[in-house]
């Protein structure tokens, strides 16, 4: 079928959310749909809907609101879905009131108006479809996701110590994850790291833990490129090299400072090897290079897993 033949699809949603993934996307599967999907802040514009539907996911912000009472005769269907009764303030009695206020807010205030827009209701279980029954509610069923089989684990485990540091990978993080959609970013830190990198996607920031937490949490499989980057001041001269353990229990890769005592540890034992095989990247800080290695590390598995395995061979030899 031609694009020109196909049904345009709007998802509205606050954010890319399991709502959507789990029960609105299966929906629309068939090649007859062309789907995008809309964040709050996001319109089209009204030659756009002609023929077009239109689904609010949990909730329904004001500018779209105006865009569909505006146009709502040319549009083909118009969907509203809920997986929690979102439309009654009652139902939500004892949650916190913030999140009672946004249920009311971007919810419930417009139920009565999505009923004079002759909206269908999409509902996730029996109940609600029993609840809201005189608005002849459709329940639609889950769908499990897609394994994410070459999904790739980047992380950084540093302490607040590590403040420069942090600052100085939040470039390389943002432009590696801009670039590779297969990559995810894994750091632990307060308040303070997660708020400076909640705006990129696919991130995890972990909340700091002791020391013997730490060693159950890192050799958890899911792993595959650690990074240990050393700023160049007098407090970093001072560290060894026990990143390239933690990193190595942890089965990934590392990508060390160039002039650390961990890239130190590195050219000691590959030059020690009577093989070529390389026990981890050695990098000067400059972010670019560390864009181009993480990017190039997570393109190859097999050099990775040789990587891996020479490092562990190496840590086997102290034992």
């Given at each position: 079928m031609s694009t020109e033949h196909k049904t345009r699809v709007y998802i509205v949603e606050e954010r890319e959310n399991p709502s959507t993934d789990f029960f609105v996307l299966p929906q629309f599967e068939s090649s007859d749909f062309i789907v995008t999907r809309y964040a709050f802040d996001e319109l089209v514009s009204a030659a756009e809907l002609e023929y077009a539907i239109v689904v609010f996911v949990r909730y329904l912000p004001n500018a779209w609101r105006k865009l569909i009472s505006e146009n709502r005769a040319v549009l083909q269907s118009l969907y509203f879905f809920m997986d929690d009764d979102v439309l009654d303030l009652s139902a939500s009695k004892g949650m916190p009131l913030r999140y009672r206020w946004k249920l009311f807010k971007l919810a419930g205030l417009h139920k009565n108006w999505l009923l004079n827009q002759h909206a269908s209701l999409w509902v996730s279980t029996p109940y609600l479809k029993n609840k809201y029954q005189a608005w002849s509610p459709l329940v639609i069923k889950p769908k499990p996701l897609k394994p994410m089989s070459n999904s790739i684990k980047v992380f950084y485990h540093g302490s607040a110590s590590h403040n420069a540091e942090i600052e100085w990978l939040y470039p390389v993080i943002k432009e590696v994850l801009e670039q590779n959609s297969n990559l995810c970013f894994e750091i632990i830190g307060g308040q303070d790291v997660y708020k400076k990198f909640k705006t990129l996607p696919r991130v995890q920031?972990?909340?700091?833990?002791?020391?013997?937490?730490y060693q159950?949490?890192?050799?958890?499989?899911?792993?595959?490129?650690?990074l240990a980057p050393l700023l160049d001041n007098d407090f970093n001269q001072a560290r060894s090299h026990t990143k390239v353990f933690d990193i190595t229990?942890?089965?990934?890769?590392?990508?060390?400072?160039a002039g650390s005592d961990s890239a130190h540890y590195i050219k000691t034992k590959e030059e020690n090897s009577n093989s070529a095989n390389k026990a981890g990247i050695i990098l000067p800080l400059e972010q670019k290079k560390w864009v181009e290695a993480i990017t190039w590390l997570a393109k190859n598995e097999q050099i990775r897993t040789q990587m891996v395995n020479f490092a562990k061979s190496g840590l086997e030899d102290i034992f």
């Open positions: 920031v972990i909340h700091p833990m002791g020391w013997e937490a159950h949490f890192i050799q958890q499989p899911g792993r595959h490129i650690g229990r942890a089965g990934a890769v590392g990508v060390y400072s």
